[in-house]
C-alpha cells in the first residue's frame, strides 16, 4: 500500500462549489504539506501543519482552507471553487528533520 | 521573495553522455538543497540532497553546491533513456518550508 494517499485523485467541479481534497499517510511523520502544481510555475506551498494543532499558511493560502484531523490525516478545502484554482494538487509529509518529502499520487482538479 | 530558478530546458542528451541542471537561488539563507525527479504525471521523488559546499555523489547522480554563488547543480553520468524526465530544484529554509523551482525537462536520447 501507498505511504502517501489522496482522494479523490481526479475531480472536476463548477466554480462556486465547495470541495475537499484528502491525504493520508501511514509513515507516522508529523509534518504534512499541500501543494499546488501549475505549467511554468512549478510546486507551490499552500498550508502546512507540523502537528494537529500547528497549521501554517504557505505562499499562496488565499482561497483555501485546511484542517489537520489527525496526525495522519490533512485536508484541503476550496470553499467556493474558481477556474484559476485548476491545478494538479500534492500533498506531502516529511520527518521532524525535514530532510526529505514524500509525496502522495496528487489530485488533478478542474474547475469548469 | 524567495526564488528558485531553473532553466525550463528542454535539455536533450545522447544516452551514455553526462547531463547537467542548474538551479539559482535568492535567499542566502537557504540551509538545505534538493533535486526531485518528476516522471510525467507523477509524484516527484527525491533523488538527492545536499546541505554542504562542495560536490555529493550517489552512484550515477552528483549535487554540487556553491553557497557563495548560489548555485546548486545536478550531475548525471551515463545517462540512460529513464532518466528523462523534469527535475525540479527545491530550497529549504528554517522551519521546513520549502521552495521549488519550475523544474527542467531532461531528455535523453538512445
Known amino acids: 500500500d501507498a505511504d502517501v494517499t489522496q482522494t479523490p485523485r481526479n475531480r472536476i467541479t463548477k466554480t462556486g462549489k465547495r470541495i475537499m481534497l484528502e491525504c493520508s499517510q501511514t509513515?507516522?511523520?508529523?509534518?504534512m504539506y499541500w501543494y499546488r502544481q501549475d505549467p511554468g510555475l512549478g510546486l507551490r506551498l499552500i498550508y502546512y501543519s507540523f502537528d494537529v494543532k500547528d497549521i501554517n499558511k504557505g505562499e499562496i493560502s488565499d482561497g483555501y482552507s485546511v484542517s489537520r484531523q489527525a496526525q495522519a490525516k490533512f485536508s484541503l478545502s476550496l470553499e467556493s471553487a474558481i477556474p484559476n484554482q485548476t491545478a494538479l494538487y500534492f500533498c506531502a509529509t516529511s520527518d521532524l528533520q525535514g530532510y526529505e518529502q514524500y509525496f502522495g499520487p496528487g489530485t488533478r482538479l478542474t474547475v469548469t | 521573495q524567495k526564488e528558485v530558478e531553473q532553466n525550463s530546458g528542454p535539455l536533450s542528451v545522447p544516452e551514455g553522455a553526462i547531463a547537467s541542471l542548474n538551479c539559482t537561488y535568492s535567499d542566502r539563507g537557504s540551509q538545505s538543497f534538493f533535486w526531485y525527479r518528476q516522471y510525467s504525471g507523477k509524484s516527484p521523488e527525491l533523488i538527492m540532497f545536499?546541505?554542504?559546499?562542495g560536490d555529493k555523489e550517489d552512484g550515477r547522480f552528483t549535487a554540487q553546491l556553491n553557497k557563495a554563488s548560489q548555485y546548486v547543480s545536478l550531475l548525471i553520468r551515463d545517462s540512460q533513456p529513464s532518466d528523462s524526465a523534469t527535475y525540479l530544484c527545491a530550497v529549504g529554509y528554517t522551519g521546513n518550508q520549502f521552495y521549488f523551482g519550475t523544474g527542467t525537462s531532461l531528455t535523453v536520447i538512445p
Open positions: 509513515k507516522g511523520h508529523d509534518r
Open positions: 545536499i546541505y554542504s559546499n
